[in-house]
């Protein structure tokens, strides 16, 4: 019996980071054989058939330009809630998130990042873009970086995703730990991140990140240095509304200047789910 397709969700406001952000997820699914839908939040109930009718043509339109067929849902309700609630319903089958944003402009920098909050408050993972994809056909290298938390371990299971179907080398990137204690764990999430990588036939590099203060944009410039096409981060575990207003080291990498693509992944409560996938 054929497996159903995944679905990979694309947050869609008629805007041209969003167009971005379904170019991607086209690129993507045309690899990993899943389909791809638009996904609009509205609030406003008077509009939704307004809405429904130009998301119809936006789905005709874009289906034919893109040679790629494209779904579309509506919800009513808010961003935050909706995603997360239609991404969790079993039937839905989404398999992870496509977000087009324009970085941390103008409120966003005092008010915390609409797209973190969205990004941390669903169960899937969300690859949050800012330009088109490039001409090549798939990310070719990505930056796994690796510090002593535990919730490193959480993102392998996308990790080996992506170098299975893509195709992709994974850069394990340490953080320059001085700290005996903290530095041991370090090196037990690389070697974990190693052993499964090994087991899935992955190919990978080892780095390490130069003694700086700032582990975020020490990421950010080796990225760049290897023209890498995809940060693999773990979101913050218990997020605060400090978090936003300050800015959770997510919202810069996410709205980084060198406009490269992330992937973030929620930690979640249980790890033995991505054991058994990263066995399999």
């Known amino acids: 019996m054929a497996q159903e397709k995944k679905f990979i969700l694309v947050t869609w406001d008629f805007s041209e980071v969003s167009l971005n952000a379904l170019k991607h997820a086209i690129r993507i699914s045309k690899i990993v054989d ?20 130009k998301l119809e043509e936006d789905s005709t339109r874009l289906s034919k330009e893109l040679n790629y067929e494209i779904a579309y849902v509506l919800r009513v309700g808010t961003i935050f809630d909706e995603i997360s ?48 994809p490039p001409e090549k056909d ?79 944009k020490e990421i950010l410039s080796f990225t760049k240095s290897i023209d890498a096409d995809l940060i693999l981060i773990t979101t913050t575990k218990h997020i605060t509304l400090l978090d936003y207003v300050f800015g959770a080291h997510e919202q810069y ?3 980084n200047d060198e406009k490269i693509p992330v992937m973030c992944v929620n930690p979640k409560s249980n790890f033995a789910k991505v054991a058994q996938f990263m066995y399999g």
Not at 169 to 176: E, G, Q, V
């Open 34 to 53: 899943d389909n791809v839908v638009l996904f609009h939040v509205t609030n406003e109930k008077e509009k939704v058939q307004e809405l429904e009718k």
């Open 85 to 132: 609630a239609f991404a969790s319903e079993e039937e839905n089958n989404v398999n992870f998130a496509l977000m087009g944003t324009h970085g941390m402009k103008g409120s966003q920098k005092f008010f915390g990042s609409w797209a973190l909050k969205v990004i941390t408050g669903s169960t899937v993972p969300f690859i949050v873009v800012q330009d088109a």
């Open 138 to 216: 798939r990310y070719t290298d990505i930056v796994f970086p690796i510090d002593f938390k535990s919730e490193n371990k959480e993102k392998l299971q996308w990790a080996i995703f992506l170098g299975k179907y893509l195709n992709s080398k994974i850069h394990l990137y340490k953080a320059p730990i001085s700290d005996k204690s903290l530095l041991k764990k370090v090196n037990v999430n690389l070697n974990f991140a190693i052993r499964f990588l090994i087991q899935n036939n992955i190919e990978y590099e080892i780095h390490t990140a130069a003694k700086s203060k700032n582990f975020t």
């Open 253 to 255: 990498l996410m709205a």
